[in-house]
Every structure is written in C-alpha cells, then in structure tokens.
C-alpha cells in the first residue's frame, strides 16, 4: 500500500486559475495528489493519512526554470556589463575551453542547492559533460529536461560532433523510461550549427519521440548573421529544415516578428521565455503579450548564473510581469495569474512534463512551501500577488517532489551544502589562475 | 572617550570607485569611521578597538530608499494589475479615508523591519499622519528625510490644508538640528496641489532651509492633466513658480524632455528614480542613462509597498541596471557602479545627508553586513556584482547606523518582529471589513 500523507497550511495555491484555499490542504499517496480543499474536508476525508502542518506557510506547486545553463553558477560574476560577443568570447569561451567534468558537476550541484531554495522543482538544461549534470541532478533529486549542446566546432565536452551525437542518442536510450530526468537533443544555435546538423538533431529527436531543444532569435546579432549566410530569418530558416514542431522548444524568441509568432502558435513550438537574461545581455524584451495572445505555450527561464545572475524564478515572474506593463503603459497588459502559469503549469507543459505544475488530484505532488512568517510577506490579503510581487528567494521552508521531500524546514536532505561550498571554492582558484594567465583580468571590478 | 571598534570581513566595499578590499577592515570611532583598509593595517594602526570579526561576509555601505510610502506595507496585495486611477480611487483612497493614527504606526513599524533586512539604512518617506511614521522611525533607529504630504483637499491625517501647514512647521522647528531625523515640506503632486499651495510649500522649506519633496511628471496622465489646466508641463511649471532649486527632491521624472533634463541639471534638483513602481503602475521607463550623463543625483527608491510591491533596494538596482540594457540594447549602458553609487552615495546626497553612502574616513558608520554564505552569493569573483546582481533582501545579517548595531545577526535589536506581527493581523482585518462595506472586493483574487 502506498504511504498517504497530508499537507495543511494557512494557504493552499493550487493553480492560477482558482482562487487560493484559506486553511487548506493537499492530500498526497505515493509520489501523486489524491485531494485538495479545505482542511477540514481534506482531514476528515483522509483520516488515516499522516498530517504535516505548516503553520504560517503557504503551499504553492513547485516553479519551472524552462531554461538554463547550470553548471555556469562557478563563472557567476567573473564579468559583467558587456556586449554579449565580448563576454563570450573574452571571458566565457577562454574559460570553457578549460572546463573540467568536475566542474560542470560541483557547478551543477551549486545551482541545485540555489534552484531548491527558490522553489524550483524541475528544470532544463543545455550544456558541455552534461553527464555530470545529470548525475548531479539524479543525486540530488529534482527533475529534469537535459541535452548535451551540440555545434559544428568541437567541444571540450564530446570532442567531435559525430560523439555528440553518439552521447546524445546513449543518453535518450538510458534514459527512456525516466520518470524525473527526460533527455532533450539540443543543438545550439543556428549560428553555431549548420544545417545539416540540424536536419540529424530533428531526425534523431522523432526517432526518440523527444525534445528538441534550441536557443532561437535571442538577438539582432543572431537574425542578421543568420540572414547573411542563409537569406532567411531564424524562425524562416528552422521552419525550412522542419524544426518548427510540437517537440521543439524555443529559447528567448526575442526577435520575432508577428507572422512568426503565429507560426510558433499553428507548430505549437514551446518557448522558454528569459526576460532578466535578454535584459542583462542587452538583447532586448521578447514580445510576451503577443506570444501569451496566441496562446503559445510559453515557460519562464533564468538561463545561466554567469549572464542572469541567480537561479531565481520569482524574480523572473515579477520581471516579466512589470516590464511589459512599463514599456506598453498597461499595468493590466500582463498580470500576476500570467506569469504564475508560466513559471509552473505551462512551463511544465514546456519541459513536456504535463503532470507537474498544479496541485490537483491527478498530479504529481511537486510543491514548495513558502514561509509567511517573512514579515515582507505580511498582511496576506492576496497570497498570489505575494508569491508573484512579493516573494524572494530564501522564502521557501520545503520542498516536495514526487511526494519525497527534497528540504525540510530549509534543511536540504539529499546533498551536503558546506561540501558544495569549500569544492567550489577550490575550482574559484582555479579558474582564477586560467583568467590570469590567459588575459588581464579586470577582476574585482565591473 | 569616544568607543572604538573595529569591523574585519572577508570583502570591504567602500563605494562604487574603489576596487573592493580582500580581508579588509573598518575602524569606527563613536559613529563616525576613521579607517578602512587591509585587516592587518588597521588592525595594527587601532590595536586597543574591539574587533568583530565576519568570517564568510561582505561590509558594504548602508543602502538608500529615496522614496517610498512606508506605512502603505499594510495595504500590500489589496488590488494588482491595475491602472493608476483605479488602483487609488476604487482600493487606495477608500481606505485611506478611514486611515487611523496607529495603522500608520505599525504600517512604518512592518516597514522599518523589511528595510533593515534589506541593508537600508536611511530612507525618505512622504504620507499621512507622518508623525506617526517619525516616531517609529525614531524607535528603531533608522535615519531619514520624512514629510507630511500635503494637498489642497482636505486630509485624513490634518484636515484642512492649513493644519498641514502648521503641523509641517512644527516638525521642521523640533527637528531642526536632528541628525538622523530630516524634516521636507511635502507637496504631493503638481495636480493635487494648486500653484498658490506650491508657492507656499517652497517658501516654507527655504524660510527653514529644508528639502522640498514632490512627485513630479510620473505619468502621462500627470503631464497631460497640468497641460490642460497652466499650459505647462510639469517641470515647466515648477521651474515658473520657483521650486527647481537646489533643496528638490524631485520624485519618478518618467515624464522628461531632453531640455527638462537639462533644466533639472543645470537648476541642481535631486531625483527619486523609482524603477520598479514605475514598471508595475504602467508609467513607463524613466531616461535614466540621460540623467546619468547630465550628471543629475539621482538616488533610488521603492516608491510604496502597496504599489511595488517591497522594500528592496537591491531588486531595485538590479532593475534600474537591467530594463536599460534591454530597451536600448546596450549591456554598458547602466552598469553595476552606476547603480551601486544610486544606491549609496547618490541616493545619501539626494537626501541631504552628505555623510551617508561611503565606507571611508569622517562618513558615519552608517553600514550593512552581507552574508555570502549563502550560495547563490558563490564564488566570490567580484563583490560589487554580487551586491547588485546577485544579492537578495533577507541575505543581510546585521546592520549599523552611526556606529550601533540595529540588527545582529538577523535579529533585530530596536523592536519586537512577533509584536509588529501581532498588530499587522489585527489592522488587516479592520481593513478587509472596511473593503468589504465599501464595494464588492476582489480580493484573494489578482
């Protein structure tokens, strides 16, 4: 028989769409939610089950960060303020170039402990040794839409593209039938990988029936370089090579103009929306009311530590909220229940996990739970515009996935945060060294 | 004699010019620093001060709120996603209208908690019944520019509008030689107040040599409302009564044309950049690089938390960065120093405390601790952007003001946070039934 457990607290947030539960609680067997409602009906209901009570908290379904680069948490800060081609190619790639597997790894599990602590129950990812995170991500025990990055040049991952393709197709054969970690072929861009290459990421995506995964249109460097080579816009050109699918999601789609964002809507392509990122990096603002309008399934996603710089999707609801209400003039253009859908239900939809997002009988028991007792949470009139305006990183108590949980009382059980920290450090040194001997470094300043 | 200490941590950040001191140190005498440098210079140089000594932290000049509406905190969440004028006439001013003395009190109180969280140390404020908010503030030990908002209605807090006059001179002659209490004659707006009013209100505070403190050109409404009425925009308008001087603060300047922005410059008025109020109310984005490049001192603010909806102002350095980078496409267009001095020194000088803002010698110890345990503040590449990019309210663990320590590690010494708690339920539900006698609420709802 499966363990039953209930979970009751001041609030329960079940989805944008209801209304939040005064006294609530959710009803849990196994790894799935059985109940929700008042407590009194959900206790009396479930009598047998275990009860955990949340006095002074909030039970929310746990966040989605649709797009990310992890391991890139060990880069944070090494340089800011600058064109994105300058940081890539004066600070990023000369540091990649000398990238250890264990550090992708201790990288990986300093993102986790920043993901958990901010709320984030699933996430995905597209990076070099990406083996390592996903033995990360396994270890530690969230879930996961994972894909090695894949271009033309080689990688100091998987060498020759040919053994990127080889890890990416014995990762999607591993990984088949994984309830929480899902395999994702990733190509890159369209700047970094040529057509040909995109044509066999499609193929072997379909084979597998799995996501592809690509950054598209981010910024107006990308759209005239790819219309240099091909004649054709990103969205015109991955259309032409058929990747414009209901398997594809398509990362920052800043630069789209409007008949591609009613392409996007009629292939049912996914997006993973990154506005602090596309703010940070100076690509611009995605069109967001435009995309949500066509009823694009569109997630939100902090993309790497090293351009954002924290893992941190209340953060991103809120940008992504009070942006589009700043540059259009509109406080109601997008609201608080928009991007409360983006950075759960449809951002799950996104990462093609479809039972995650919500807290509803039937899905999975993916949840955190927000601690009120946080006096910047107080008076709780209005426990979505809290969670949406109002919440910060450090706030969240617990975190549950599948039923399990993952923190407890802001104690995480699967890995050992003092560990990650003096590893890092270490690898700090190190990478110190190469910044040093590679180039003058402005270090210490921004 | 005077009380000697010493404060040692891992990184000093004396201010946005001077690169960040590696095991740095700060010596204070009374409340004012007299050294800042390597822990063994300073240690040696002040060997009979009392060291505490940071392991793991960050030193880091007390951050600047240069306006907000602190008491509001007691009204956060009641409506969201909501035009200006709705948002005041169907929720705001309703309430307001049975807005008690003590609401007021306890509203700062649950104010003054999430700003010292955040490492704010000094703070300008503008509201009803502000002796309220002064005697709070005066509690727990904050310093501040504060004013009772005046309007040619009459007010819940004084009445007619002559009350609020007499009561603004009696604050500026018991506060006249106040170091951590500044009064500021505080006319609300160019459209609540009549040019007569303004004339006043600008006589007053030159009579008392204070800063004059007033919303000006927030919106396109605003500008279009003081058109149709004088035939002048705002800024137009206030400079033909006198009041673009050297003692303005001018608050949100969303509204400016290339010449105002000149004429602010030219004239030495001080503005309250307000970034994220501005977002979320659908004003627009302020030309703050044009600013900046005048060479204007602007300072940052929260605006109210009821509109914002926090008190934090790293979020808001990382927005007033972020939001220009994206809409011009520039990533050097706003920097991490740039806003870092906002923050500090700018925001200080726009106050009128020219003592404030600086870790160097002769400024007041006027100061927070950042701890950098946690790991979203990892590794430690670059400490002026983890401050402004990567830090969160609440990773802030003790704070200091004129050489005392206001909170300890994370716990707050000048009040009680249960009993401010406590009273913040209380007030709520008298709020909630006023909101539901007055008109069917849409609360719980966003």
């Known amino acids: 028989m499966k363990r039953g457990i209930i979970l009751a607290a001041?609030?329960?947030l079940c989805?944008?769409?209801?209304?939040?539960?005064?006294?609530?609680?959710?009803?849990?067997e196994g790894s799935k939610i059985v109940s929700v409602g008042p407590q009194q009906e959900v206790l009396s209901k479930y009598h047998h089950f275990q009860v955990y009570s949340f006095k002074g908290k909030l039970i929310f379904p746990g966040l989605v960060n649709a797009h990310t680069h992890a391991p890139m948490s060990i880069l944070r800060g090494i340089a800011e303020d600058l064109p994105l081609m300058t940081w890539l190619t004066k600070y990023i790639f000369p540091v990649e170039s000398h990238l250890k597997r264990e550090w992708v790894y201790w990288g990986t599990k300093l993102s986790l402990i920043e993901m958990i602590k901010s709320g984030i129950v699933l996430f995905c990812d597209m990076y070099l040794f990406e083996p390592e995170v996903i033995r990360a991500t396994e270890e530690v025990g969230l879930k996961a839409l994972l894909g090695e990055g894949l271009f033309d040049f080689p990688s100091p991952g998987y060498g020759p593209l040919e053994k990127g393709f080889e890890l990416t197709k014995e990762l999607l054969e591993g990984f088949q039938n994984n309830r929480k970690i899902k395999i994702a072929v990733s190509p890159h861009t369209l700047y970094t990988c040529s057509p040909e290459t995109i044509k066999k990421c499609i193929k072997l995506a379909d084979?597998?029936?799995?996501?592809?995964?690509?950054?598209l249109a981010e910024n107006k460097e990308e759209v005239s370089e790819v219309q240099k080579r091909y004649e054709k816009r990103p969205v015109e050109l991955l259309d032409k090579l058929g990747g414009l699918k209901e398997n594809l999601l398509a990362v920052h789609?800043?630069?789209?103009?409007?008949?591609?964002?009613?392409?996007?809507?009629?292939?049912?392509?996914?997006?993973?929306?990154?506005?602090e990122s596309n703010l940070k990096l100076g690509s611009g603002i995605a069109p967001l009311p435009e995309m949500l309008q066509a009823e694009i399934t569109v997630g939100l996603g902090t993309d790497g530590p090293a351009s954002n710089n924290d893992l941190d999707i209340f953060s991103e609801m809120r940008t992504a909220a009070l942006i589009h209400k700043g540059l259009r003039e509109d406080p109601s253009i997008i609201t608080a229940k928009d991007v409360f859908?983006?950075?759960?239900?449809?951002?799950?939809?996104?990462?093609?996990?479809?039972?995650?997002?919500?807290l509803l009988p039937g899905y999975r028991a993916d949840l955190g739970i927000l601690d009120l007792q946080h006096l910047s949470l107080q008076p709780d009139y209005n426990p979505l515009s809290l969670v949406v305006?109002?919440?910060?990183?450090?706030?969240?108590?617990?975190?549950?996935?599948?039923?399990?949980f993952i923190m407890k009382n802001y104690h995480i059980l699967t890995l050992d945060?003092?560990?990650?920290k003096d590893k890092v450090q270490e690898i700090k040194e190190e990478i110190l060294l190469i910044l040093k001997k590679n180039f003058s470094p402005t270090l210490d300043k921004c």
């Open 10 to 12: 001041d609030w329960v």
């Open 15 to 28: 989805c944008a769409e209801i209304p939040p539960i005064k006294d609530g609680a959710v009803a849990i």
């Open 207 to 215: 084979k597998y029936a799995a996501p592809l995964h690509i950054h």
């Open 253 to 275: 789609c800043v630069k789209l103009e409007p008949k591609e964002i009613d392409l996007l809507a009629k292939r049912r392509v996914k997006v993973a929306h990154c506005p």
């Open 341 to 358: 859908s983006m950075a759960t239900d449809l951002g799950a939809k996104a990462l093609f996990f479809n039972d995650t997002g919500k």
């Open 389 to 404: 305006y109002s919440a910060k990183a450090g706030y969240v108590s617990d975190l549950m996935i599948d039923g399990e």
């Open 417 to 420: 945060e003092e560990l990650v």
